[in-house]
């Protein structure tokens, strides 16, 4: 548990002080974000517009102009950021707010003020509670895609993962557009790589996120039957055309990580072809299994309530015989699934 105790003495230590704060709020915020009621926070979201007055304060520590910030930018900047600057807006807007104005990040009641709210929540027994299952969910999450990744391994002698992120152009990747049609547009690129990869597809991971540049978009992971396909850049490429041209009617980007660029700049690379028990594999699928687990707050709040943010296959019947019938091998037998750390 992180000590935020509230500490403004002088004039002269608030700039760092408050720079510390915001930090602390950085880390702490993220995991108050994933567990509270989605609904309560979109309620509390929608009450009215929220802009933040920059200060020569701020100014030093982001470099912005002094001017209006609206708090979307900062959403998409950073979600922990701008949740916490809401929290301070909401919780103190009756009490510390100037006339037809914002929130004042230099005043130091309010910061005080937010910093005992905030340790409220967190010694909340509560709050503590769904924090852990929250851990304990991505955890789940990430050891359940891993030991998926690794089946499929030794079920295929020559696997290949392509991934690619699929999103839409700057035109609407701000509007409520890919919120409304996301889920339906990814589902049929699914079906397209089902039916026109037929003798190859053998499995995939998605996780859906929203970022800065952006928005909402779709990481996706998909493995295919090395003995069959090769060139995963160019399986990669086909893909993102098909999403940019036909799932999405000319509105998407994509970007194919598969790439050779893109794969040499990785410090452990999980993608392309793999013929045998290489430890690159392992570490590779270890990183991307973390990174799609993660939770995402933002997609929490923009996607409907029902929707899951994190997808997977299964093995089907033959899969799994198959993968029952290496296991028996000698060869095999000793290759366990064990967690990295």
């Not at 100037?98 to 905030?118: K, M």
Request: glycine share 4%.
């Amino acid at each position: 548990m992180i000590n935020m105790q509230p500490c403004f003495p002088t004039r002269e230590e608030y700039s760092l002080t408050y720079f510390n704060f915001i930090q602390n709020i950085n880390i702490c915020i993220s995991e108050i974000y994933n567990t509270f009621n989605s609904r309560k926070i979109k309620s509390i979201f929608n009450n009215s517009k929220i802009v933040i007055f920059t200060n020569k304060i701020w100014h030093e520590f982001i470099n912005e102009p002094e001017e209006e910030l609206d708090l979307k930018i900062l959403n998409q900047s950073s979600s922990a950021y701008a949740y916490a600057l809401r929290v301070l807006y909401l919780h103190l807007s009756n009490h510390h707010q100037r006339p037809n104005q914002g929130i004042y990040t230099d005043d130091h009641v309010a910061v005080q003020s937010i910093l005992l709210c905030l340790q409220s929540v967190f010694n909340d027994p509560v709050f503590l509670s769904k924090l852990d299952n929250t851990r304990r969910s991505q955890q789940k999450s990430r050891d359940s895609l891993y030991q998926y990744a690794t089946d499929l391994k030794h079920i295929y002698r020559k696997l290949m993962v392509v991934r690619v992120d699929f999103g839409y152009n700057q035109f609407v990747s701000k509007t409520v557009l890919p919120q409304r049609r996301i889920e339906d547009d990814w589902e049929r690129q699914l079906q397209y790589v089902q039916k026109n990869f037929a003798d190859s597809f053998v499995g995939y991971a998605v996780k859906f996120e929203h970022g800065k540049d952006k928005g909402l978009h779709a990481h996706s992971v998909f493995f295919f039957d090395g003995n069959v396909v090769c060139n995963d850049a160019k399986i990669g490429r086909i893909l993102g055309e098909y999403w940019e041209h036909l799932v999405t009617d000319d509105l998407g980007l994509h970007f194919n990580c598969n790439t050779s660029d893109h794969k040499a700049s990785l410090l452990v690379c999980g993608l392309g072809t793999f013929t045998g028990r290489e430890q690159a594999f392992r570490d590779g699928m270890w990183i991307i299994a973390d990174y799609l687990s993660k939770p995402d707050a933002m997609v929490r709040l923009l996607l409907p309530e029902r929707t899951k943010i994190f997808r997977r296959g299964y093995l089907n019947y033959w899969q799994q015989l198959k993968l029952t019938n290496r296991l028996a091998m000698p060869c095999t037998a000793s290759v366990e699934f064990t967690t990295l750390s």
